[in-house]
């Protein structure tokens, strides 16, 4: 009775002696055309470029295979898709909650948070609250995201306009700069930074210990509600 074990099948080409084919089409070391050559001829050349014998064409008739070194190609590729990982960008919505009669300094503390938002590349949703007899003053919280999005209209867009759901109105702020490009910035600054750090070995440590707790804080997304309105 046959009966699976299950298990894994593994993703990663076969190599040297685990190619189990009479013959296959061989690419040498520089990408060139060997031809048809049997299989024992194949990893004879492997051993004399001191190189591994991938199949890099399992399905072909007859298998491709390529004289590489595997090693350096499994690490140079996984060196790619982290490089890779590491470029992509994600969207991300933050969001910010006001009330409709927000303290002045109230509201430049949250306008800050929202241009750094914008800044990193990142959507911005706005979300007015309304209570007990606010609810019959639409306009206060309609007027409040008009002003928000004409002191950030640098930065953003309004990418979807106010509009009333239950006891709250929302709008949602786009930035005009890319993710990619926030992401590519940060990094340039960083560099710039380390640069700076070596160009001026002598300076006090004190003042390298504040500039580094300036960034820490500078790069901590932190979305901060409205305190509740008696």
């Not at 109230?106 to 609810?135: C, P, S």
């Not at 929302?170 to 890319?178: A, D, E, N, R």
Request: glycine fraction near 6%; include cysteine.
């Amino acid at each position: 009775m046959w009966c699976y074990r299950g298990g894994s099948i593994s993703a990663e080409p076969r190599i040297n002696d685990r190619i189990r084919v009479p013959e296959v089409r061989l690419v040498g070391p520089s990408g060139e055309q060997v031809g048809i050559v049997p299989l024992a001829k194949a990893l004879e050349l492997a051993q004399e470029y001191d190189l591994d014998l991938v199949e890099v064409a399992a399905n072909a008739r007859p298998p491709v295979c390529k004289l590489m070194d595997y090693g350096k190609f499994k690490y140079e590729s996984a060196m790619k898709a982290r490089e890779a990982r590491k470029n992509q960008a994600h969207t991300v919505i933050k969001e910010m909650k006001l009330r409709p009669k927000i303290d002045p300094h109230d509201y430049d503390t949250k306008k800050g948070h929202v241009v750094r938002f914008l800044k990193q590349g990142d959507k911005v949703k706005i979300t007015i609250m309304f209570r007990g007899r606010e609810q019959s003053r639409p306009e206060l919280g309609y007027r409040l995201l008009q002003r928000l999005a004409e002191d950030v209209q640098d930065l953003g867009f309004v990418e979807s306009n106010p509009k009333q759901d239950g006891r709250n109105m929302i709008m949602v702020l786009g930035p005009h700069k890319k993710k990619t490009e926030a992401m590519a910035e940060a990094r340039q600054a960083q560099e710039a930074r380390k640069a700076d750090a070596k160009a001026n070995p002598g300076r006090s440590q004190n003042a390298a210990d504040t500039e580094d707790a300036d960034v820490d804080v500078e790069n901590v997304d932190v979305d901060v509600e409205a305190p509740a309105e008696a």
